[in-house]
């Protein structure tokens, strides 16, 4: 146990300590304060350029169809700022106006056999292809409203015109789904890049012991158990703090730099319950546990570090198939599919903590999912140290599935 | 007491790499495990250290079966390797407290043994920056640091200069006079002669000689002369129908088939008024014997 803990703190100081590591956190950590800051960034180009966010629309009315109403739709909420003219305005001096930057497009409204055409113009055609549904859509009931008023109706003839609608919705399956699915597909994919990159790290570093020839000295001071274990250890717990690291930032950057309920719009944090986040970091130990015990597998089995790619490409594959697994069938979160996928020990960890976060997961479901993963840990963890034993100290040549097995049924060390 | 190897065997499978090999080390000292390349010899010391199980046979320290769990030897590697970019205080540190020592008292001996070996301005710096010859003294250090009963160093003097050589030397004569048991494994014959009294000689796994140097050496007829002489003495050597081994400015090294041919070189340099400095019958050296045996 003492040697096991001292393996796990070398390792630690050790990777903390790499310019690589800082360098790459450095990076990571600016990332996630510039896209906090994507908001402010836009806003503040929009000011450069003494505009607001908003396009800056000239509705042109000169045969005043609308009979002065239009000034309605300046208090709607169209994302445009209206400027409206009841003179002729030619395409002439539209386009010099858009030129100049006053307007940014203009909508000219005319009369034509009972007829009202409307003729939209912007600067470049390539992103629009009609009238834009909102205007289209605001300026047709100005002009209903308009004609309805002229009909002196009562008020409960207009009442019944225009009746008060209640929207709700509802699903024929048993289970309710929670939250949107883009961020679930967004914490999936940030699991298997932590559990994908801290377990090739274990990998790494028994290559480097090995091909280095420090294990000769390492492995008669220490058991092949203390040197796997403590750096699975080691190397998970940096793992675990650099995901503390990030999240701790994403959280003062929400405070600091975003405006009050952006992110809510986003995340519903009713969802994130401690049991989550408990959760998510448990099948995160165990999921990096479960490859990072697969990888020190391949890497004892490396004798020249040019040989670590295809030597690792096995669990790479396995790390990538359980991703997807848990990805594509996370489109269809009742399917029995999915629920299989938060049982099986290779997507698991990719898969369960989004159906915790759905609201979907059933205790029972849980705790076989974890079952599943701890076995398969205790049994990657003997195979790998057994393995490693015999592999670490052959230098000779690469060493195929035929040797794992035979190194597998020697039981030296 | 002390080390006792007994009908040691190892085997990959078909191939036999270790094949019934016996010594013992009861006292103190240096014991020379020689041998070609692949002739077994890093299969020996890993079983001895316990990191690689034997086939059969038996290995003890002080009556205790040797295992992984409860043997804490010195081991110096023929292999190099340190980390190249860790400073070596806590390289050295952490394979110290691997072996068992507090981290105070680990720094303390580190201290020590850099003064002794002469590494003092490198400990802070990392192993990259040291010369091959100064990693392999850090390496050193690392091996003893724990104060082992045992120690095996691996072709220790390899790739280091005659001054570091000598430092390393006087470092080995001291661990034996604190009653160390060494094992050192060499292709360097010279220094196997100055250090072991006790030598085994392996070829393809198997034991081919094994005892007491000097008795080994006795039982060699003595096989060359070494003289200097004034003048040149071809024509000499070749009416007593001997061979030149070497010649450099009237040196001589000359082949005999017995002490027998010897004195007769010696009558007539005497006869034919030849300044002799210097006239040795030589025995057959480690490296003759060790070419003899394992030589194909």
């Known amino acids: ?413 | 007491m002390g080390l006792v190897v007994h009908d040691v065997k190892k085997s990959y499978g078909d191939k036999t790499v270790v094949d019934g090999i016996s010594f013992e080390m009861n006292h103190p000292g240096v014991f020379g495990l020689l041998g070609t390349n692949g002739a077994g010899k890093t299969t020996t010391i890993r079983m001895i250290l316990g990191i690689l199980k034997k086939d059969s046979g038996e290995i003890n320290w002080n009556g205790k079966k040797v295992e992984r769990k409860n043997v804490n030897f010195g081991y110096l590697p023929e292999e190099r390797g340190i980390y190249p970019k860790i400073k070596i205080i806590d390289q050295l540190t952490y394979f110290a407290k691997l072996k068992g020592m507090k981290e105070g008292p680990a720094k303390e001996e580190i201290k020590k043994w850099a003064e002794k070996l002469k590494v003092s301005d490198y400990l802070e710096m990392t192993a990259e920056k040291l010369s091959k010859g100064n990693q392999q003294k850090i390496q050193f250090i690392a091996s003893i640091l724990h104060s082992p009963e045992l120690i095996i160093l691996d072709e220790p003097f390899s790739g280091l200069d005659p001054v570091n050589t000598e430092l390393l030397k006087n470092v080995i004569i001291e661990l034996v006079k604190e009653g160390k048991y060494i094992i050192m494994s060499s292709h360097q014959m010279s220094s196997i002669e100055e250090f072991c009294t006790e030598v085994l000689i392996l070829n393809k796994g198997k034991t081919v000689l094994q005892g007491n140097l000097n008795d080994i050496k006795s039982k060699y007829p003595a096989n060359r002369i070494s003289v200097i002489v004034d003048r040149n003495i071809d024509n000499i050597i070749k009416d007593l129908a001997l061979e030149i081994y070497i010649e450099k400015d009237n040196n001589y090294e000359i082949k005999i088939q017995s002490e027998e041919d010897g004195y007769k070189l010696f009558k007539e340099l005497s006869n034919q008024d030849v300044k002799v400095t210097k006239f040795e019958i030589k025995k057959p050296s480690l490296n003759d014997i060790f070419i003899e045996k394992v030589g194909e």
């Open chain 1, 1 to 413: 146990m003492r040697d096991l803990l001292t393996v796990a703190f070398f390792t630690i100081k050790d990777m903390v300590k790499r310019k690589s590591f800082i360098i790459s956190n450095i990076i990571i950590i600016l990332i996630i304060v510039l896209l906090f800051n994507i908001p402010n960034i836009l806003k503040l180009l929009d000011n450069g350029e003494g505009t607001s966010s908003n396009d800056k629309l000239l509705l042109v009315d000169s045969e005043n169809i609308f009979e002065g109403n239009l000034e309605v739709i300046k208090q709607m909420d169209l994302g445009y700022e209206v400027e409206i003219s009841n003179e002729e305005v030619s395409f002439d001096e539209i386009k010099e106006k858009i030129t100049n930057g006053e307007i940014d497009d203009a909508l000219i409204l005319n009369s034509n056999n009972g007829k009202i055409s409307m003729e939209y113009i912007v600067e470049n055609l390539m992103y629009v292809e009609e009238v834009p549904e909102t205007l289209v859509n605001a300026i047709s009931s100005i002009y209903t409203n308009m004609q309805i008023a002229k009909l002196n109706l009562t008020e409960e003839e207009l009442k019944s015109m225009s009746p008060e609608f209640e929207f709700s919705l509802k699903q024929t399956e048993e289970e309710k789904v929670e939250g949107n699915v883009a961020v679930m597909m967004l914490l999936s994919m940030a699991l298997f890049f932590a559990i994908y990159y801290c377990a090739y790290q274990v990998s790494t570093s028994i290559t480097v012991e090995k091909t280095s020839k420090i294990i000769e000295t390492l492995v008669t001071s220490t058991s092949p158990r203390s040197i796997v274990l403590g750096k699975t250890i080691g190397i998970g717990l940096v793992g675990l703090i650099q995901i503390a690291v990030y999240l701790i930032v994403a959280l003062i950057c929400k405070e600091v730099f975003l405006e009050p309920g952006v992110i809510d719009s986003i995340i519903n944090f009713n969802n994130v319950t401690p049991f989550l986040i408990g959760m998510t970091l448990l099948y995160f130990l165990l999921g990096y546990a479960a490859y990072a015990l697969l990888y020190a597998l391949t890497g004892s089995t490396v004798s020249k570090p040019e040989d670590v790619q295809s030597a690792n490409g096995p669990v790479a594959i396995l790390v990538i198939i359980g991703f997807y697994l848990a990805y594509f069938t996370m489109m269809n979160p009742t399917s029995n599919l999915n629920i299989i996928a938060s049982i099986l020990p290779i997507s698991s960890p990719f898969c369960m903590p989004l159906r915790i976060m759905m609201g979907i997961a059933e205790t029972k479901d849980i705790i076989l999912s974890i079952g599943v993963l701890l076995l398969t840990i205790i049994i990657v963890a003997k195979v790998s140290i057994r393995i490693y034993s015999n592999a670490i100290l052959n230098y000779g040549s690469k060493i195929g599935l035929k040797d794992i097995v035979r190194m597998y049924k020697n039981k030296n060390g």
